[in-house]
């Protein structure tokens, strides 16, 4: 049995930043892709970004570039999300997700949210303007 765990969350200001980790347990994540997704009040959950297990390769949403960084640890199982210069509109739940492993995704990266298979329960990040 995968299990997630997400931390790290919580308040602050506009400008602010938090490191958002993300806890695996039950296997290894040596070859999973991992990925962040997002929750707002009254919309549906959004793709946030991914990292891949064979290369490390990174992957944001627009909105995000420039402010967060993904990156993993697999000797420890963690995952990480750091979030710097957070805006109000980055209000939300935050989610960590691993697809079901060993999967190559030719010239392309999971951000569907059916691609993942694993999921945490989430840590509200609130960002006060």
């Known amino acids: 049995q995968v299990h997630l765990v997400e931390s790290g969350g919580g308040l602050v200001q506009a400008g602010g930043s938090l490191q958002l980790s993300c806890a695996v347990s039950g296997r290894t994540i040596n070859k999973n892709d991992m990925g962040w997704f997002r929750q707002a009040p009254g919309r549906e959950r959004e793709f946030v970004a991914h990292?891949?297990?064979?290369?490390?390769?990174?992957n944001y949403v627009d909105f995000v570039k420039g402010r967060f960084s993904i990156s993993r640890d697999n000797d420890k199982g963690m995952v990480y999300l750091q979030m710097d210069n957070l805006e109000p509109e980055d209000t939300a739940v935050y989610y960590c997700?691993?697809?079901?492993?060993?999967?190559?995704?030719?010239?392309?990266?999971?951000?569907?949210?059916?691609?993942?298979?694993?999921w945490g329960q989430g840590t509200q990040v609130t960002v006060s303007s």
């Open positions: 990292i891949g297990w064979q290369y490390g390769n990174t």
């Open positions: 997700a691993a697809d079901r492993g060993n999967i190559y995704y030719l010239n392309r990266y999971p951000y569907r949210i059916y691609e993942y298979d694993y």
